[in-house]
Antibody, heavy 120, light 109 residues
């Protein structure tokens, strides 16, 4: 059975960094892309980018270039997303989701979401 | 890349049909058949309902169907049921990026 289990909620101060993990199980981790999507409270979904766990290749939305880093550790089937220089508008639920392709967010399994709160 | 445009709300009585539109451009919805639809209940992660315009993942009822014409994709929910009340989002590939729609709240009257 496929599962994506994310790390727990975080509270960070403005200017800090946060690293969210996403542990995969029940399938071949290197066979699917991992997309990262965020959702501010009461707002819509926002695609952030993807990582190919097979070779570590990444694609980020331009607005996050230089501030977001997606990595993976294939030995423990875990993907990570780090956001630097947090601001209050980064307060959101962050989701990881697997997809067979990077074209479109055709993600059949999602993590439970990680709430990141940025507050002074 | 701008968000795809969806109506903020839609509604229907149990048993009726509701159709949600998702309007993009010739650079995203109009160019690629990588349009998907998600259902999201409050406090839950999104659930994939339709992918590649009109394909249904295993386990999704055939009451849900997708289509596309030009730069606009559509999701139709037939035979509305109480559990269909949720937020719905479309998503499209946009040539190196992916973009979501603005979201539509579906209410079952």
């Amino acid at each position: 059975q496929v599962h994506l289990v994310q790390s727990g909620a975080e509270v960070k101060k403005p200017g800090a960094s946060v690293k969210v993990s996403c542990k995969a199980s029940g399938y071949t981790f290197t066979g699917y892309f991992i997309h990262w999507v965020r959702q501010a409270p009461g707002q819509g979904l926002e695609w952030m980018g993807w990582i190919n766990p097979n070779n570590g290749a990444t694609k980020y939305v331009e607005k996050f270039q230089g501030r977001v880093t997606m990595t993976r550790d294939t030995s423990i089937s875990t993907a990570y997303m780090e956001v630097n220089n947090l601001g209050s508008d980064d307060t959101a639920f962050y989701y990881c989701a697997r997809a067979y392709l990077p074209y479109g967010v055709n993600s059949d399994y999602w993590g439970q979401g990680t709430l990141v709160t940025v507050s002074s | 890349q701008s968000a795809l445009t969806q109506p903020p709300s839609a509604s229907g009585s149990p048993g009726q049909s509701v159709t949600i539109s998702c309007t993009g451009t010739s650079s995203d919805v109009g160019r690629y058949n990588y349009v998907s639809w998600y259902q999201q209940h409050p406090g839950k992660a999104p659930k994939l309902m339709i992918y590649e315009v009109s394909k249904r993942p295993s386990g999704v009822p055939d009451r849900f169907s997708g289509s596309k014409s030009g730069n606009t994709a559509s999701l139709t929910v037939s035979g509305l049921q109480a559990e269909d009340e949720a937020d719905y989002y479309c998503s499209s590939y946009a040539g190196s990026n992916n973009v979501f729609g603005t979201g539509t709240k579906v209410t079952v009257l």
